[in-house]
């Protein structure tokens, strides 16, 4: 498991995680969640939804992850915005964004989200998969 943490001149925090895609990590990327939007001062409920936003990507991408892979997972921050880029490399396609409840409510909470699937990779094993979802703070409060 590896992190990494980097601040610029313009006040933008980028905090990033690499752990193996397997259900055990699922917790610590819930951990990591929280605690990165907390210490970006992002309100409680936003914390909350930033957290389950987070869970369904990361589930998805669990459940077709190809064996021993890892998922890496970067939150950049800011004092207006929040983007999370979680990625994997998958067995199979579409792995992501299907219909369904999960994917309904994520979308409903995130600013944006942009999923994108690479071509069959035959030296890493897989499809490489990018989600990127963005979360504008105050946004559910301000309308």
């Not at 990494?4 to 259900?23: C, I, L, M, N």
């Not at 210490?39 to 991408?61: C, N, P």
């Not at 299907?98 to 699937?117: C, D, E, K, Y």
Request: charged share 20%; hydrophobic share 45%; proline share 4%.
């Amino acid at each position: 498991m590896g992190e990494w943490t980097s601040r610029s001149a313009t006040d933008t925090t980028t905090v990033g995680v690499r752990v193996p895609a397997q259900w055990e990590q699922l917790t610590m990327l819930r951990a990591l969640t929280e605690t990165v939007a907390l210490i970006g001062d992002f309100a409680l409920d936003e914390v909350t939804d930033i957290r389950l936003v987070l869970d369904e990507v990361a589930t998805s991408l669990i459940l077709d992850a190809v064996p021993c892979s890892m998922i890496d997972c970067e939150f950049t921050y800011d004092a207006d915005e929040m983007v999370v880029h979680v990625s994997s490399l998958a067995t199979s396609e579409p792995v992501a964004g299907q219909p369904g409840f999960g994917w309904h409510i994520v979308r409903a909470l995130t600013g944006s989200m942009i999923i994108a699937q690479n071509p069959y990779d035959s030296e890493l094993g897989g499809y490489p998969t990018m989600i990127d979802f963005g979360w504008v703070r105050g946004a559910a409060a301000g309308g």
